[in-house]
């Protein structure tokens, strides 16, 4: 059974930094594709940054030069690291696969204040 289990959300000022972070278990974490994602109140959830087996990242254009996905096979984690964070980055984020996502975890509370 995969289990994701995200941490490191809070409150923070504008303009401040969060370290997120995402262990999974339950799957083969090398050979996954892992990203984290986000949802708004009110809004869908959408893809914020992704990266491959082989390091390879991607990100969605609103956080472009802002955020910095990570991944440690050996502690089976993934991560985000948010500089420069805006109000509209509020959010609760999740992680998950990038193919085949698994149930989603319980996801961590991002909250910005201007």
């Known amino acids: 059974q995969v289990q994701l289990v995200e941490s490191g959300g809070g409150l923070v000022q504008a303009g401040g930094s969060l370290r997120l972070s995402c262990v999974a278990s339950?799957?083969?974490?090398?050979?996954?594709?892992m990203g984290w994602y986000r949802q708004a109140p009110g809004k869908q959830r959408e893809f914020v940054a992704g990266i491959t087996t082989g390091g390879t990242t991607v990100y969605t254009d609103s956080v472009k030069g802002r955020f910095t996905i990570s991944r440690d096979s050996a502690k089976s984690t993934v991560y985000l690291q948010m500089n420069s964070l805006k109000p509209e980055d509020t959010a609760v984020y999740y992680c998950?696969?990038?193919?085949?996502?698994?149930?989603w975890g319980q996801g961590t509370q991002v909250t910005v204040s201007s």
């Open positions: 998950n696969r990038l193919r085949d996502a698994a149930a």
């Open positions: 339950g799957i083969i974490f090398a050979v996954n594709g």
